[in-house]
């Protein structure tokens, strides 16, 4: 199986990008500054570029067939940003053009859109007055997503933290419930992601992942 990950080089994405390659799956990661990524990178296709240049990436999915795309993309700063939304569009179209069957896994963030309302009164303050462009971003990139012919899977995780792989697995999946807990490990995330790549169950679907209580 062929996997693009598009942000490979962040914090979770080298942790999906790891946990895909023991898995089995062919890997190839697109970023813009390749000189990030660990090396020697064992096994990944590396494709240095601008997830935001609708070109370029309609160049990467038309050059190759991948069973799967992970948009893990993110902005460095509180400011507001158009990265997830840009890029969410551009992998979008050129999915929904050249391979309308691959399916589409987006980080999100709980907050986005209608889990609002799933969060605690502390969480919701929290992100409405310092995270409030954050969410706008990934609100706008989760429209796009649903929007869209394709087989997607929306991942809104709580509070990320860590950077190492756990082995614990120590996490739940909430639909429309209120969300138990603020946070969930990098690693965590990404063994969600990794073990569900293909799981027909999450197809279609905008779920948070966070910590068990």
């Not at 990944?44 to 050059?63: C, K, P």
């Not at 700063?77 to 589409?104: G, H, I, M, W, Y």
């Not at 614990?168 to 969600?192: C, Q, W």
Request: net charge positive.
């Amino acid at each position: 199986m062929e996997i693009l990950i598009i942000g490979a080089t962040g914090r979770t994405g080298r942790l999906i990008m790891r946990l895909a390659l023991e898995d089995g799956y062919h890997v190839t990661a697109f970023v813009r500054s390749p000189e990030k990524l660990n090396r020697p990178v064992t096994g990944v296709r590396i494709i240095q570029g601008d997830a935001e240049d609708a070109m370029q990436i309609h160049n990467v999915i038309s050059q190759y067939k991948f069973d799967a795309v992970v948009i893990a993309v993110g902005a460095e700063t509180f400011k507001c940003s158009k990265v997830r939304t840009q890029t969410t569009r551009n992998v979008v179209d050129a999915l929904e053009n050249k391979s309308p069957s691959t399916r589409l896994w987006v980080i999100s963030s709980a907050g986005s859109n209608e889990s609002m309302e799933q969060l605690g009164f502390f969480s919701r303050t929290f992100i409405k007055n310092i995270l409030k462009g954050h969410i706008s971003d990934h609100s706008k990139q989760e429209n796009i997503t649903q929007n869209s012919i394709l087989p997607y899977t929306i991942v809104r995780p709580t509070g990320l933290r860590g950077i190492g792989v756990v082995a614990d697995h120590n996490y739940i999946v909430v639909t429309k419930e209120m969300i138990p807990t603020d946070s969930i490990k990098r690693g965590e995330l990404a063994h969600f992601i990794v073990c569900n790549m293909f799981n027909e169950e999450y197809v279609g679907k905008a779920v948070v992942v966070t910590s068990k209580p």
